[in-house]
């Protein structure tokens, strides 16, 4: 029973700050572009209690996936509108990747060390923790990279699309996110497409620290 508990408090630990870098690298990015949006809106922080929304970490705590309040943010700031919506979009689930990576690599190089060995609280707290961060950045990273609304592959996907049909898009995206979240409720098709993904990224990431190592 002490070990769920500790196992759920370290899970809900690394969930907070892995969401927090999520938003607060989408408000960093906007802002960087020459949007002032999610700065004012107090965005650009790891303070968990800035961007979490509550439906969504109960979502993402029962169906194992959810959302957090997204960052606001003006594109007309952006000197190229539908290329700083995708860069802004896109950060996101890539400091998702390189949290996991991070994760990865301090985890391979603490087992090489004379302290990975042991088997006390300390190491089974470490170990733990870098592993949850290892999946839950990989899972977030991924599954916001899903090109359907609200999630952030959307935003990256249309920006390829000529402006007509962009602006169509856009258009019809509170429609598309009712039938995404629809789907994404009733059926088991995101574990089908993202466990594979996770392995193999954890593959490569692997083969990488390895090198590094």
């Known amino acids: 029973m002490t070990y769920n508990i500790a196992n759920f408090l370290m899970k809900m630990l690394v969930l907070l700050f892995s969401l927090s870098v999520h938003e607060c690298s989408h408000g960093l990015a906007s802002y960087l572009l020459g949007d002032k949006q999610a700065k004012d809106d107090g965005r650009i922080s790891l303070n968990p209690i800035r961007h979490i929304d509550l439906l969504g ?5 029962v169906l194992g996936f959810g959302w957090a309040k997204p960052v606001m943010i003006n594109p007309q700031a952006y000197k190229r509108p539908k290329l700083g919506t995708m860069i802004s979009a896109a950060a996101g689930p890539v400091s998702n990747f390189v949290l996991a990576f991070l994760s990865l690599l301090i985890f391979m190089a603490f087992n090489r060390s004379e302290y990975g060995n042991g088997d ?10 870098l592993t949850y961060g290892v999946f839950m950045n990989l899972g977030l990273g991924l599954f916001n990279l899903i090109p359907l609304p609200p999630l952030d592959g959307s935003k990256v996907f249309s920006g390829f699309l000529p402006n007509d049909k962009y602006f169509k898009f856009i258009g019809t995206q509170n429609i598309i996110t009712i039938i995404a979240l629809v789907l994404m409720i009733s059926t088991s098709a995101v574990s089908y497409v993202l466990t594979p993904a996770i392995n193999g990224m954890i593959e490569y990431f692997s083969y990488i620290c390895s090198k590094i190592l």
């Open 57 to 61: 970490f109960v979502f993402i705590l």
């Open 120 to 129: 006390s609280v300390a190491v089974y707290m470490i170990t733990t923790m």
